[in-house]
């Protein structure tokens, strides 16, 4: 019996590994990065992994983080993309060794991470359902376009 990669990550996925461990992973992370430089609680390390595993797992009850990151994490993938392509692209053209075409050239990782958030809410179900941003944005998506580039 042969087992693909995608037979494992299929598995994963049926097991909850990708909609509840990973978020709760990285939310619990950030949260305990968070406390740990502010020093907020102090130097208590344990208190600081009680209060980072609680918002963890709190966040993980009604499903809402599973859903964005099910939506945002793919769309991060494919900007990524488009930003690295366009950086080789670019890398053609300039040196970007010199911190003048850094600084210069610096709009297009905002511009790729801008897109990706707004591309993310438009096409988060949840989100759509408040004032029906997704449905009006996706409606008007290259009228604001253009309008943004003039």
């Known amino acids: ?40 609680l102090g130097e208590n390390r344990p208190i600081m992994a009680i209060v980072s595993a609680s918002l963890g797992l709190l966040s993980l009850q009604f499903d809402y983080v599973s859903d964005f990151f099910a939506v945002i994490f793919p769309r991060f993938g494919i900007g990524l993309s488009i930003f690295l392509v366009l950086l080789i692209l670019i890398g053609f053209f300039f040196n970007l060794e010199k911190d003048e075409h850094k600084k210069k050239l610096s709009f297009i990782g905002w511009l790729t991470g801008i897109g990706v958030v707004i591309w993310a809410l438009s096409s988060w179900d949840s989100w759509t359902g408040y004032y029906g941003f997704g449905g009006w944005f996706a409606e008007y998506v290259w009228s604001l376009i253009i309008l943004g580039v003039l």
């Open 1 to 40: 019996m042969v087992v693909t990669i995608t037979d494992i990550l299929i598995q994963w996925n049926q097991l909850g590994v990708f909609a509840y461990v990973i978020p709760f992973l990285l939310i619990f992370a950030v949260v305990f990065a968070i406390l740990e430089k502010s020093k907020v």
